[in-house]
């Protein structure tokens, strides 16, 4: 089997495990194991926690110490136990301290999975730009198709998705053996410890625009989880509406969801022209605005004839709030961030998003979900309303504030180096 169709495996693997329990573990908690929505929040936070501390860590841990791929390897046997154990619990407190382990092996693999395939890509000397993105692309299949099958073998309320996802994450790491050894870096450079960290990129809050920008950056991530956490639990609870109980929006929740990750694939491509066009401000305002659709479209959704265009056109937005702020974010520190500390502003921007924001998002989400549900109903129009007001109004003070000239030349290679 050829280097690239072995990559796309692993890539396949890699994400299937996370959507086998991503956007169905909320349901599971809220209505098989009578998680409250600030309990699940808490759980949905570890995966903040962990991106703050652990990519960074392994990263210097596999560029000195030990090969990727073995690191990767490692990574996911820790994956397979902590999620065969979090199958198997029902206390809230015992499923945060079990979910931040699986989230401390996780989130790490997201990056190992990328350089073994920037090294099997330029060892078996095939161009990476070209290369990577149809090997990445089979991720998202991967996680598009666990959630069908989750769904379709009706395991969103039941443990088995984590079973499930266990056992893949077993496999991937028995497969992840036969991959090419990735060699340590024999370099001994004096480096201080900002720059082992990679905490370069912090010198760059020293630039106003440049720090609202990571501002926003998290404020926004703080919106991503929000959809995450709560998407799935919303649509099953139209289940308790005698009208809508046998409709295929409760039976099948998370097959409705997974055209969110098939938008995503249209407006990747789009936004190279979109940047070169229209430059970061109004792109970013464009996600703003996509995201206060997305969760005003859930707000007025149900599984009726109208309502269920309301929640099919709230899936399709998403592909624009999603890609157009942490797609369209990475290209634009990539564009104006100096060469020596461009790796380390890109692990900030992603520390930021899915670090610090994945962790203010989870916990207050969880808070709003459980003030607005009164005997165990909760008022979902209203806790959606308020959802999409945050964005909007995220968006007004980023109009105003961020201030930014666009220069399309800049951006004249964006497609090549997309």
């Known amino acids: 089997m050829g280097i690239k169709n072995r990559l796309k495996i692993m890539s396949f693997l890699q994400y299937f495990i996370w959507g086998s329990w991503l956007i169905t573990l909320g349901s599971y908690m809220i209505n098989t194991l009578g998680f409250t929505g600030a309990e699940v929040g808490i ?18 841990i596999a560029d000195k110490w030990i090969r990727a791929n073995r690191l990767y390897t490692i990574c996911h046997f820790i994956c397979a136990g902590a999620l065969f154990y979090a199958a198997s619990v029902n206390n809230p407190t015992i499923m945060f301290w079990v979910m931040l382990i699986n989230a401390m092996a996780y989130m790490p693999t997201l990056a ?46 039941s443990s088995m998705q984590l079973y499930i996802a266990a056992g893949v994450s077993l496999v991937l790491g028995i497969y992840s053996l036969t991959m090419p050894s990735i060699p340590t870096s024999n370099k001994k450079q004096k480096q201080n410890w900002v720059s082992m960290l990679g905490l370069d990129a912090f010198v760059l809050f020293k630039k106003p625009q440049m720090a609202l920008f990571f501002m926003f950056a998290m404020l926004l991530g703080a919106v991503l989880q929000i959809t995450n956490t709560f998407g799935n639990p919303f649509l099953h609870d139209f289940g308790a509406i005698p009208e809508y109980t046998d409709s295929l929006v409760v039976k099948y929740p998370s097959i409705l969801l997974s055209v969110s990750q098939m938008a995503e694939v249209i407006f990747i491509l789009a936004i190279p022209f979109f940047l070169k066009k229209f430059g970061i401000k109004k792109v970013m305002l464009m996600s703003m605005f996509a995201w206060t659709l997305r969760f005003g479209l859930f707000a007025f959704g149900d599984p009726s004839p109208l309502g269920f265009v309301l929640l099919m056109l709230s899936m399709l937005v998403y592909g624009c709030a ?91 290679d964006l497609k090549a180096s997309h």
């Open 43 to 60: 759980v949905y936070s570890t995966k903040g926690i962990a991106a703050v501390i652990m990519p960074s860590l392994v990263g210097i």
């Open 112 to 157: 190992l999975s990328n350089t073994i395939s920037y090294y099997c890509l330029e060892k078996n000397k095939m161009d990476t730009v070209t290369s990577f993105p149809p090997i990445r692309v089979f991720g998202t299949v991967g996680f598009i198709l666990a959630m069908w099958t989750i769904s379709l073998l009706q395991f969103e309320l």
């Open 322 to 412: 999603f890609d157009f702020f942490n797609i369209s974010g990475s290209i634009y520190i990539e564009k104006e961030v100096s060469s020596d500390i461009r790796a380390s502003a890109q692990g900030l921007y992603m520390t930021m998003v899915n670090g610090v924001g994945a962790y203010v998002g989870s916990i207050i989400s969880g808070k709003v979900v459980d003030y607005f549900t009164v005997d165990g109903v909760k008022d979902w129009q209203t806790i959606w309303l308020i959802f999409a007001a945050y964005p909007l109004v995220l968006g007004i003070i980023f109009f105003f504030t961020f201030k930014y000239k666009h220069k399309p030349e800049k951006m004249v």
